[in-house]
């Protein structure tokens, strides 16, 4: 069974940058597809980026493209989430997720199978 466990949130200043990581366990991550989804307080959880299973394809949401990439080390099984020019309203809880030989390309919660349990970015004014 995969495991994922998210690090690198913390605190910014708008304008500043953080590299989230989400380190997979109990299988390769280049048979995954990976992607990056956040949950505001009182807000729907909602997709910010993905790649398909092998690495050539990466989906972002619209308020966050030029601002953010994924991107995945196979060396060390671990899939990071770069983000620059951070706003307040990036503020939330980031969650990594995975799907077996997936497309990677689905933007609602149902598409993915496997979770982690969450890192929380907060970006001041």
């Known amino acids: 069974q995969v495991q994922l466990v998210e690090s690198g949130g913390g605190s910014v200043q708008a304008g500043g940058s953080l590299t989230l990581s989400c380190a997979v366990s109990?299988?390769?991550?280049?048979?995954?597809?990976m992607g990056w989804f956040r949950q505001a307080p009182k807000k729907e959880r909602e997709f910010v980026a993905s790649?398909?299973?092998?690495?050539?394809?990466?989906y972002y949401t619209d308020s966050v493209k030029g601002r953010f990439t994924i991107a995945r080390v196979p060396a060390k099984n671990t899939v990071y989430l770069q983000m620059n020019g951070l706003k307040p309203e990036d503020t939330a809880v980031y969650y990594c997720?995975?799907?077996?030989?997936?497309?990677?390309?689905?933007?609602?919660?149902?598409?993915?199978?496997?979770w982690g349990q969450g890192t929380q970015v907060t970006v001041s004014s």
């Open positions: 997720t995975g799907n077996y030989l997936g497309d990677g390309d689905s933007w609602y919660e149902g598409g993915w199978i496997s």
């Open positions: 109990g299988h390769t991550v280049s048979s995954y597809a």
């Open positions: 790649m398909n299973w092998n690495g050539q394809k990466t």
